[in-house]
């Protein structure tokens, strides 16, 4: 029956595919942001690759504006499709009322009239859903309409076979012949004696004691990723994009780890995800009316995406490589607008709120998460970032019109809520950052700015001197011209300004 679906919907793409593309992936699903470090800054590639299948939803049974129950249609038209495919969701309100799962998808989106007036409307949440795997849909962790996921991975490594310090380009591996051009790695320290103690996070930040990690993760990855520029089979060696970001002494016995996520390459552009317009529960009692996940995926996107009435927007979790450009909240105001989660090098540029309610957290970047940029932020009200828990790091915060902080479940053992080494470039006329309001007994304002942070702006006012001046170990530097060509490499450069220069000490 599927299979009959799918031969009728192929020769209908056959008579009139290119007509059903919306504009917009005429050229490229997402811009070209290489400057701002995807991909690790090299060339965008175009995903509208000839040889992807068109896939229509309607084709499988999905008819918008009935009112009628779409899922099992677009689902249908999703599954029709290993890899290698768009689907295509023309125009209208589609009702949904599970979750839509893309996993293990490679080369591969999902693409709403570039109108925008493509729309899921849905009941969906994941209290009602009563599905073990929608656990913690309060937080907005699972429970999404839409979720792209990897339920697998492939856990290739090999061990470091020379010495490599910070700054350095090259390692030298046991088994080079796992690694090609282009792939992702990860390094991992599995050391168990602890010579890196009491973490490599606190070797990193100079912390002899482990105050900030919970036992369980002493040896945690620290979730750094880069990607392989060239391999050297006789030299058994790799050249990465990026320079390591701290020394690897053998003695650590570092695991160089190729991530190869089966969620790979995927993305979601011009759709709307919209909710009822239910009154807003007590924190952290919603129901879970969440909008889009991504779990264990690599090189994904969201482009001009609307969040009405959502609990909570986006949710990245164990993911690297990503960009969101161009998304809206709109409607009654929610729990976290995204919320990104053991992340690296992802890109969020244009977050526009306009909401009834203030978002509790416009934007969390919690758990280790490290290179991402958050840009363009936009509220009707003070744009809030909230650093959460669990140390995130190096990342870059850049062109608000205002902005608030929190750290939210803010408890020291969890980790300081905003680390160090992250860079705060123009963020609004004051300047300052203050705590949320929502979060008015939130402490930890001023040890925020000591958290050795880097504030970059064209003059400093005497409000953020003030402020500033409170302690030593935070970084200010004024630019005249913000306007820089090479974004990534600047903030590259930046974000590793203060980092890892106690290495020499220990
Ligand atoms: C979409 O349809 C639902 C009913 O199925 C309706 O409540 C909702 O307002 C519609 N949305 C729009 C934008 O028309
Ligand atoms: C996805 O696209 C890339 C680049 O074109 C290609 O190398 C890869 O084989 C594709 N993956 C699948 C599963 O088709
Ligand atoms: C090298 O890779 C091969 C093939 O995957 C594997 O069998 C072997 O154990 C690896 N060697 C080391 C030292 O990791
Ligand atoms: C690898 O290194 C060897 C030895 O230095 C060199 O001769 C060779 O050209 C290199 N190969 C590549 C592909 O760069
Ligand atoms: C947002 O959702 C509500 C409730 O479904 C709907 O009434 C409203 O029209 C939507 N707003 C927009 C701009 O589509
Ligand atoms: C729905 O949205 C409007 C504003 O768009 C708001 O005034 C109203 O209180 C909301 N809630 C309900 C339950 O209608
Ligand atoms: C700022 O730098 C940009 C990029 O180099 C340049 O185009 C622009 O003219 C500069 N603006 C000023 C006021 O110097
Ligand atoms: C590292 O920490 C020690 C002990 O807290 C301190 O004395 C030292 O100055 C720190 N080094 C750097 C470079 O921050």
């Known amino acids: 029956m599927l299979m009959q679906f799918y031969l009728i919907s192929l020769l209908c793409f056959l ?5 059903q593309i919306p504009n917009a992936i005429q050229n490229n699903v997402v ?9 690790s800054a090299l060339s965008y590639p175009n995903y509208l690759n000839s040889d992807w299948k068109l896939i229509n939803v309607q084709n499988f049974g999905a008819v918008p504006n009935d009112g009628i129950d779409d899922t099992a249609a677009i689902q249908a038209a999703i599954n029709s499709a290993p890899s290698d495919a768009i689907i295509m969701i023309p125009a209208g309100n589609y009702t949904i009322t599970t979750q839509l799962l893309v996993e293990n998808k490679q080369n591969f989106s999902i693409v709403g009239d570039s109108s925008g007036k493509t729309i899921f409307y849905s009941s969906f949440n994941g209290e009602d859903a009563k599905d073990p795997r929608f656990d913690n849909y309060q937080y907005g962790l699972a429970g999404h309409l839409l979720y792209f996921r990897s339920d697998n991975w492939l856990d290739d490594s090999a061990t470091l076979t020379v010495q490599a310090k910070k700054g350095d380009f090259v390692l030298t591996v046991n088994n080079v012949s796992k690694f090609q051009p282009g792939q992702a790695i990860s390094i991992r320290i599995s050391d168990l004696n602890q010579n890196v103690s009491p973490s490599i996070w606190a070797y990193f930040h100079n912390v002899t004691q482990n105050i900030w990690m919970g036992q369980t993760q002493k040896l945690m990855n620290e979730n750094m990723y880069y990607r392989i520029k060239s391999v050297n089979a ?4 790799i050249t990465l994009y990026e320079p390591l970001r701290t020394n690897l002494y053998l003695s650590w016995q570092p695991v160089i780890t190729r991530v190869m996520y089966y969620c790979q390459n995927v993305g979601v552009s011009f759709l709307t995800f919209q909710f009822s317009n ?16 991504y779990r264990g995926c690599q090189d994904f996107w969201g482009k001009s995406l609307t969040f009405n009435n959502t609990d909570h ?7 690297y490589g990503g960009l969101f450009k161009d998304i809206n909240f709109i409607g009654r105001g929610g729990h976290h607008g995204i919320d990104v989660n053991f992340c690296s090098s992802v890109v969020f540029h244009g977050l526009y709120f306009n909401t009834v309610l203030q978002h509790i957290h416009d934007a969390t970047v919690s758990d280790l998460t490290n ?25 870059l915060y850049t062109d608000f019109t205002s902005i608030t902080w929190d750290a939210s479940s803010g408890n020291w053992e969890d980790g300081p809520h905003f680390a160090r080494d992250n860079v705060f470039w123009g963020l609004g006329d004051s300047q300052v950052i203050v705590p949320s309001s929502l979060w008015p007994e939130n402490p930890d304002i001023e040890s925020f700015y000591c958290y050795q942070n880097k504030f970059i702006t064209k003059q400093f006012t005497q409000e953020y001197k003030t402020l500033a001046a409170k302690c030593k170990n935070v970084y200010n530097e004024e630019v005249p011209n913000l306007s820089i060509p090479n974004l990534y490499l ?9 980092c890892f220069r106690q290495l020499s000490l220990w």
């Open 371 to 395: 290179y991402a940029i958050i840009s363009n932020g936009r509220s009707n009200f003070p744009f809030g970032i909230d650093g959460h828990r669990k140390i995130p790091y190096q990342n």
């Open 31 to 39: 811009d070209d942001f290489s400057y701002a470090g995807y991909k």
């Open 15 to 19: 008579r009139s595919a290119l007509s």
């Open 278 to 293: 239910l009154t807003r529960p007590g924190h952290i009692f919603y129901k879970g009316y969440n909008g889009l996940g």
């Open 313 to 319: 927007g986006i949710m990245l979790y164990t993911s």
């Open 234 to 237: 006789t030299k058994k060696q």
């Open 490 to 498: 600047y903030q590259l450069q930046q974000r590793c300004f203060p």
